[in-house]
């Protein structure tokens, strides 16, 4: 991942696209290309990625078409596209949880292959290095080719109300025993949940909020994917002790309906005032200042996600990445290029924010604006995003996705316990791996 640079960045003025557009000029004259269409999900970063999508025809006068779907829509429609004769799709908006797929299908073609010139800018966060793959090594690493280019790096983030903590005298939590202490302090049901989980079974939902507890614990799916070994080390002691805590967490100082609560129902208690904390993604900050949306605007703070002394936040990449599908034609190729230039631009990355998104550049991170309260969200963000772990680097995440999300969500709802929710968990991954060929292994069983 690209340090963030120390030097401070002029300013861009203006809050709004259309006053960027208006009194900023970008570094680069943009060529005009053909129309191009972006196949992308519905998310609570929607709404800012429209708004630089219009900077970028209002500047540019290129056009863009996005094709707005559910989270599992617009996988499929990518998936469809991607193995068409022609494809729809000009640029695929990947989610962590399927870009290696991708990747290793052949479906999305190099930046650099459709433009040698292109450099990715040095300011821009690789995710993990997610951007790159060796195809003939089949890891993504800076030695490959630049595949696609960071379009949200979310994580989540502990959101929690600061209002609240300055009145009770409450130190931000830096570990889970503190976090916990909090949440109970704060819990005073029906009115306050001290906090909010996912619990529902979703496409990468609950999983994706288990993830912190697991990795800020010092467990972790498999045993070390960087070096190729996929061997499940889920249902070790830092495994049960993750779920225990997060199943602990949510009956003494949480929903009563953890189970089938999901990220719009989390959101609403934050902006309803009805939930002290929750661990979640990023891209719902501008949601919790918005008068027309939140009753306690103003009064949300931002912290990394706890973890146990001695470690280090351990936040999961959801990030999402924009690749060049290998089946369109090379003049809509070469446009979507001319986007990604543009978008990767510290202007544009500047624009995003102000429009609410997550910029994935460091230069907006060490701008003046990130010493705006408006956008307190950004210092921990930055503290945080050395930390994001790639969960997925495998075509086949989305089967491993769905053992998670309904093993974590029936021990959640009290189906089965821990242990045996870890077990079968990690039996059925083992399973996954073990029919792809992984080197692989097993843990024996948790005692039940």
Do not use: C
């Not at 870009?99 to 290793?104: G, K, P, Q, V």
């Not at 994917?225 to 949510?250: C, M, T």
């Not at 503290?383 to 769905?402: K, R």
């Amino acid at each position: 991942m690209n340090r963030l640079k120390l030097n401070r960045r002029e300013a861009l003025v203006g809050i709004g696209a259309a006053a960027l557009a208006s009194r900023t000029g970008f570094a680069f004259a943009q060529a005009k290309v053909e129309p191009i269409t972006i196949v992308i999900n519905q998310s609570p970063w929607l709404a800012s990625f429209q708004t630089t999508v219009e900077l970028y025809e209002q500047e540019t006068g290129n056009q863009v078409n996005l094709d707005v779907n559910p989270f599992d829509g617009s996988l499929q429609k990518q998936r469809n596209s991607v193995r068409a004769a022609q494809g729809d799709y000009d640029i695929l908006i990947m989610n962590s949880g399927w870009f290696a797929e991708m990747y290793f299908g052949g479906f999305v073609t190099p930046i650099t292959d459709i433009d040698p010139s292109f450099k990715l800018d040095p300011d821009i966060f690789t995710l993990g290095d997610t951007v790159y793959f060796d195809p003939d090594k089949k890891t993504m690493t800076p030695q490959g080719k630049l595949m696609s280019m960071p379009i949200q790096p979310l994580i989540p983030l502990l959101f929690y109300r600061g209002d609240l903590y300055k009145e009770k005298g409450l130190k931000v939590p830096e570990t889970f025993e503190e976090l916990f202490a909090n949440a109970k302090a704060l819990h005073n049901p029906p009115q306050m949940y001290g906090i909010m989980q996912r619990g529902a079974r979703g496409p990468n939902t609950v999983s994706f909020d288990f993830y912190p507890y697991l990795f800020g614990m010092g467990g972790a799916v498999f045993k070390d994917q960087a070096a190729g070994d996929y061997s499940v080390v889920l249902n070790d002691d830092k495994g049960k002790e993750a779920l225990d805590y997060y199943l602990n967490l949510a009956k003494e100082a949480g929903h009563p309906k953890t189970a089938s609560i999901d990220q719009a129902e989390i959101i609403q208690g934050l902006t309803t005032g009805h939930a002290a904390h929750a661990s979640i993604v990023v891209a719902a900050w501008s949601q919790m200042d918005d008068p027309d949306k939140s009753v306690v605007a103003g009064k949300i703070d931002y912290a990394p996600t706890p973890h146990l002394p001695g470690l280090q936040p351990g936040p999961a990449l959801g990030h999402w990445l924009g690749g060049i599908s290998h089946n369109v034609s090379d003049d809509r190729k070469r446009a979507a290029v001319e986007f990604l230039r543009w978008f990767q631009t510290k202007a544009a990355q500047i624009a995003n924010a102000k429009a609410g998104g997550i910029p994935v550049s460091a230069a907006a991170y060490n701008d003046p604006m990130a010493d705006d309260p408006k956008y307190r969200w950004m210092k921990p963000l930055a503290a945080a995003l050395p930390h994001a772990i790639n969960p997925y680097a495998f075509p086949e995440a989305s089967e491993v996705i769905s053992v998670l999300e309904l093993g974590l969500n029936r021990a959640i709802a009290g189906e089965i316990s821990s242990a045996v929710a870890l077990n079968s968990m990690a039996d059925e991954i083992y399973k996954v791996m073990d029919k792809y060929k992984y080197r692989t292994a097993a843990l024996p069983a948790l005692k039940a």
